[in-house]
């Protein structure tokens, strides 16, 4: 039997080898109790072109102090800021890794908030 870690990493293995076949950069997300992370690795998967996390000195202050990166206004702040960074690292496209977790909640309201800063995906 699975415990529910391997269950999701298992997920996120079958959804990453589709991506990798797709060759376009990968959008992925960590969540955990505290903190949300996204980073914007290649099309090869070779080097880290961006990333946004609420563990970032500067997000935290704008969230207001410790312990508030685990809620859906945190994930739709960094969303905003990983679709700025991947601007500027001359990405449009991408692929979404949600490594997987559930498509709901803060890992949502991420993806939703990156493709409003005009992110597609």
Same mark, same amino acid.
């Given at each position: 039997?699975? =415990? !529910?870690? $391997?269950?999701r990493?298992r *997920?996120? *293995?079958?959804t /990453?080898?589709?991506?990798?076949?797709?060759g376009?950069?990968?959008? =992925? +997300?960590n &969540? =955990?109790?505290?903190?949300?992370?996204? =980073?914007l690795?290649?099309?090869?998967?070779? !080097?880290?072109l961006a990333? #946004?996390?609420t563990?970032?000195?500067?997000v935290r202050k704008s969230?207001?102090? #410790?312990?508030?990166?685990?809620? +859906?206004? #945190?994930?739709?702040?960094?969303g905003? &800021?990983? @679709?700025e960074?991947?601007? @500027?690292?001359g990405? $449009? !496209?991408?692929? %979404?890794? /949600?490594?997987g %977790?559930?498509?709901h909640g *803060?890992?949502k @309201?991420?993806?939703?908030a990156a493709? $409003?800063?005009?992110?597609? %995906?």
């Open positions: 039997m699975l =415990t !529910k870690k $391997e269950q990493l *997920r996120a *293995r079958q /990453r080898i589709r991506i990798a076949q797709q376009i950069a990968r959008l =992925t +997300v &969540r =955990t109790n505290l903190h949300i992370y996204a =980073t690795i290649s099309g090869d998967g070779s !080097k880290v990333s #946004a996390s563990a970032e000195a500067d969230l207001g102090g #410790a312990g508030k990166g685990g809620n +859906v206004s #945190a994930a739709q702040a960094i905003k &800021r990983i @679709a960074k991947a601007k @500027a690292a990405v $449009e !496209k991408v692929a %979404f890794d /949600r490594a %977790f559930a498509y *803060r890992v @309201a991420l993806a939703e493709r $409003e800063a005009g992110l597609q %995906f």
